[in-house]
């Protein structure tokens, strides 16, 4: 009879698995995945969380799965499995344990990037208007199902930041596009002019505030471009030239392709201003005064469920006091 020297025999290629090397294959993979999560989490912005659950959801059952592979020798995959176990054997089995280990410190940092996210503010500081309409404008992009915005005019930031301006025209097309509901409420002319009245009423206003060339020259360029001609700088030509403005954003926004927007016109102060994505998310923006100085308009991001809330009421409050002017309805009002 043959004797038994103690040792055991070396696992054959066609053998059972072996689970100790499984486990330690499996969990080096992890660590590899854990750690690519993390960064992904900390570092993608706010489009973090599609990267880190990709590679978590979807990346860790295939690469588990070939390593499974790998070790087993299925049957219907053979050479590839056969080739995956060279490879685990000859470049992953020797750094199984640093890549546990690794593991450990990357789960550590996954958790404490959630707790960081946990710990941000449901509202936060966006920024002074004009500054405030890029995030606007992200907000607006973002938009899936309905928005719902409630503001001065339609053409908001037309003279202050015309480019800005014309993205956030162009962001509610494209939201429209996408199939998202719009609902606008803007001021009427008559209070437009009102409140055109307290800037522009007076040549000595005008004169100030063109003093500044960066003003003026903003002003000169939108001017002759929607009149076709020299900029003229009266309390007249002023105040008709941001009506007009106004209306040619209404206008595009009525007649483009995509209908579904319903469009308000509101005598009565908004106040804050606010735009609201699928009620999941909102800006708001109001004056802001401190000691008798006027800081101009400063606007908040917010995600808390009862601001958005209220923001809400704000719009159906608004639109309910104005009249609907596109589509058009034979009482003024839907």
Sequence with gaps: MPQDDGEKPAPQPGGPPDPARNVALASGVL????????????????????????????????????????????????????????????????????????????????????????????????????????????????????????TDFASYGGYSSPGAAREYLLAIEAAKARGAKVGLVVYTDDHLKSWLGEWF??????????????????????????????????????????????????ST?????????????????IAPFFWVRDRVEAIFSFPCEVQGVGLGEVA??????????ALVGSYERARKRGTQVHPPTPGGNP
């Design 31 to 150: 660590g590899l995945l854990l750690t690519l999560a993390g960064v992904a989490e900390k570092f993608s912005s706010l489009n973090y969380w599609i990267v880190s659950n990709v590679l978590i959801y979807v990346g860790l059952p295939l690469i588990l799965l070939f390593v499974l592979a790998g070790s087993l020798r299925l049957p219907k995959i053979r050479g590839l499995s056969c080739s995956l176990r060279a490879f685990n054997d000859a470049y992953v089995l020797p750094f199984a344990p640093a890549l546990t280990l690794l593991a450990v410190a990357a789960a550590a940092v996954l958790i404490s990037v959630k707790i960081d996210l946990l710990n941000v503010p449901a509202t936060q500081y966006v920024d002074a208007f004009p500054q405030n309409i890029p995030a606007i404008n992200r907000l607006i992009n973002a938009t899936k199902g309905e928005l719902l915005i409630g």
């Design 300 to 309: 908040f991001r917010t995600t808390d469920p009862k601001i958005i809330t």
């Design 201 to 250: 009423d007076t040549q000595a206003k005008i004169n100030e505030k063109f003093a500044d060339e960066d003003n003026w020259r903003t002003f000169a360029n939108e001017f002759s471009d929607l009149e076709g001609d020299r900029p003229i700088a009266t309390p007249g030509s002023v105040n008709k030239f941001f009506l007009k403005l106004n209306e040619k954003y209404l």
């Design 253 to 269: 926004l009525r007649n483009s392709r995509t209908k579904n927007i319903t469009i308000y016109r509101l005598d009565d102060p």
